[in-house]
């Protein structure tokens, strides 16, 4: 039976537009159908209790680990940062599930050298930086991330995946090809089809904000592009 992929995307009010942006680039280019959930605080009372903290850049900082929950702990989810663009086929993604990891994601050796990112938050430096901004999720190996955990451990335990056993349980998807970091790895426009990344990831600020409206180059281009053409009206 062919289900729909389940994907979780990181809601901020800041970055409505990048959300919706997002999830018609998922759809355009997806080849199998699509469960999407954004994650809305408002929409977690009584689930999530965790009060904004001053480093915290985005409200989905730490809600991105409920997703197991929300899940029911079975089968596998995606979960993404909503400041990303879809080039190529998510199903591409979601066929490197392995059931020997509770967790995988891109393994960025990330050490950001400027103090602030977008709209001046702070840019915080730690080890596994960007690893948990796309994470496929094997949820049913995942079941200490329950409500209590996700509201009491700290940012460092939760984004460093200290709720796993050891780092042996993280499983790695392929560099450049998915979350590629834009102005923090090489440019890289080419075509998904060419190679080229398939879920970009404007982690310092993206062109939905007008001081970072050229943040990417050509990539920022393809996102003006797509925001056209999702929002376009017809006669």
Known sequence: MLRPIPVFIGYDPRE???????????????????????????QLKGIFQRKRIANQSTEFSFSRFLVPHLSGYE?????????????????????????RYAVMCVQHDH???EKVKFLGTVQTRYEKKNWSSLMLFNCEQCKALTPDYVNSASGLELHQFKWLADDSCIGGLP???????????????RPAG???????????GGPWFQQYRKS????????ILSREEAFRLWD
């Open 16 to 42: 409505r537009v990048a959300i919706n942006v997002l999830i018609d680039s998922l759809v355009q280019h997806s080849s199998q159908p699509l469960a999407i959930t954004p994650i809305k605080l408002d």
């Open 175 to 189: 560099q450049g090809r998915w979350n590629h970091l834009i102005d923090v790895q090489p440019p890289d426009a």
């Open 75 to 99: 089968g596998w989810a995606i979960f993404m940062d909503c400041d990303m663009l879809a080039r190529g086929d998510i199903a591409e993604l979601w066929a490197l599930r392995d059931e």
């Open 194 to 204: 060419e190679g080229g990344p398939a879920l970009v990831h404007w982690t310092l």
């Open 216 to 223: 990417g180059g050509e990539l920022a281009s393809e996102w």
């Open 111 to 113: 050490s950001p050298g």
